[in-house]
């Protein structure tokens, strides 16, 4: 891998997280209610594979990110919840080289996972979730 492309994705997942984090975190702390971060890992976060090196390193990154997040910030009233997904059949794939099939995730899956997590009570937490197709196996 290019030293472009290693520094690329760990710009992208690594620090777009953190700086986002950041700017709204303040906002967060002022709220009354409580408020929730929902951090997207991979279930490439949880395992690594070969050819995915950095895209597997910066999605462990998250993990640990996000846990911490959860431990410094439960007690201003923040959630916040690591998912990891599996495959997903999304225009991503297709630019990394796997053809999408109907045994992926499919993306409003995710989405309707994500409504029930923002959806629970005040006082529980999903801090973790790891998602993945049954079957990930082309039909």
Same mark, same amino acid.
């Given at each position: 891998?290019?030293?472009?492309?290693?520094?690329?994705?760990?710009?992208?997942?690594?620090?777009?997280?953190?700086?986002?984090?950041?700017?709204?975190?303040?906002?967060?702390?002022?709220?009354?209610?409580?408020?929730?971060? @929902? %951090?997207? /890992? $991979? =279930?490439?976060?949880?395992?690594?594979?070969?050819?995915?090196? !950095?895209?597997? +390193?910066?999605?462990?990154?998250?993990?640990?990110?996000?846990?911490?997040?959860?431990?410094?910030?439960?007690?201003?009233?923040?959630?916040?919840?690591? @998912? %990891?997904? /599996? $495959? =997903?059949?999304?225009?991503?794939?297709?630019?990394?080289?796997? !053809?999408?099939? +109907?045994?992926?995730?499919?993306?409003?899956?995710?989405?309707?996972?994500?409504?029930?997590?923002?959806?629970?009570?005040?006082?529980?937490?999903?801090?973790?979730?790891?998602?993945?197709?049954?079957?990930?196996?082309?039909?």
């Amino acid at each position: 891998m290019a030293s472009n492309e290693w520094l690329a994705i760990l710009q992208t997942n690594i620090n777009g997280m953190y700086f986002l984090t950041k700017a709204v975190v303040p906002l967060l702390k002022n709220k009354k209610h409580t408020t929730h971060i @929902i %951090n997207i /890992g $991979s =279930i490439l976060g949880t395992t690594g594979k070969e050819e995915a090196t !950095a895209y597997s +390193a910066s999605k462990y990154a998250v993990q640990g990110f996000s846990d911490s997040l959860y431990k410094e910030l439960r007690f201003d009233g923040i959630k916040v919840t690591c @998912i %990891n997904p /599996g $495959s =997903i059949e999304t225009n991503l794939l297709q630019s990394s080289g796997i !053809a999408a099939h +109907a045994n992926m995730l499919q993306p409003t899956d995710l989405a309707n996972t994500i409504i029930h997590i923002l959806e629970t009570p005040d006082n529980m937490l999903i801090q973790e979730l790891t998602i993945r197709p049954l079957n990930h196996k082309h039909p």
